[in-house]
């Protein structure tokens, strides 16, 4: 579910509770959550309604000046059900905390190893986790378009990948390129450690 931050700051100021859409199946569910540009999303009651259901109290709830308004915006899709969902506040990206979070123990280790190992071994390019982390300790502030070479994958490609390596904590995107979390130096630090360990063994 898209929201513009013109959204999320109504969303963030209270001014907005609900969200109305026309998909053919949900992108989000009850009780579930959504990441944001302003931080993560409670997501309530994901509910099918129809159009007559719809009153002008559920539209300005939405951000819209009457429900005419809400409605002409819904059928500028014809296919699908509208989508009721409720929208339970902003809190705190998880994803700052964790990437905060650099005191990792075996278990973490561990965890992470399979993680990255998993997405090594889902891609079509073979594995690339460790070569886009390195590449970003060591070219920090990069743009895209060139951080890309030094992985040797394509620009469209490597953007979706550094976004699973953010969701783990490992990166952070700046206003021009990216850097590696303290996490995800720790992380690195503790791989040539254990990689050490097992050229030894």
Same mark, same amino acid.
Request: charged share 30%; proline share 4%; net charge positive.
């Given at each position: ?42 997501? #309530? ?7 007559? %259901? +719809?009153? !002008?109290?559920? @539209?300005? $709830? /939405? =951000?819209?000046?009457? *429900? ?57 390019? #073979? ?7 390195? %590449? +970003?300790? !060591?070219?920090? @502030?990069? $743009? /895209? =378009?060139?951080?890309? *070479? ?52």
């Amino acid at each position: 579910m898209l929201l513009d931050r013109d959204a999320l700051a109504a969303i963030a100021r209270g001014d907005v509770s609900l969200a109305f859409r026309r998909w053919r199946r949900p992108t989000v569910r009850t009780g579930g959550t959504l990441l944001t540009a302003k931080g993560q999303l409670q997501i #309530g009651a994901v509910d099918v309604v129809s159009a007559d %259901a +719809i009153t !002008d109290a559920d @539209a300005k $709830r /939405a =951000g819209y000046d009457s *429900r005419d308004e809400l409605l002409a915006e819904l059928n500028r899709r014809s296919e699908g059900d509208i989508y009721r969902i409720e929208l339970l506040g902003l809190g705190p990206d998880p994803r700052i905390a964790l990437r905060e979070s650099a005191a990792l123990d075996e278990k973490q280790i561990a965890e992470l190893r399979r993680r990255l190992d998993r997405l090594d071994a889902a891609s079509p390019d #073979g594995p690339w986790t460790l070569k886009t982390l390195q %590449a +970003i300790r !060591d070219h920090p @502030a990069l $743009r /895209a =378009g060139d951080l890309c *070479r030094h992985v040797g994958q394509e620009r469209l490609r490597f953007k979706p990948n550094v976004r699973k390596l953010k969701t783990l904590g490992l990166t952070i995107s700046l206003e021009v390129g990216y850097r590696l979390s303290p996490r995800g130096e720790a992380w690195l630090r503790a791989r040539n450690a254990t990689s050490g360990q097992d050229h030894k063994s």
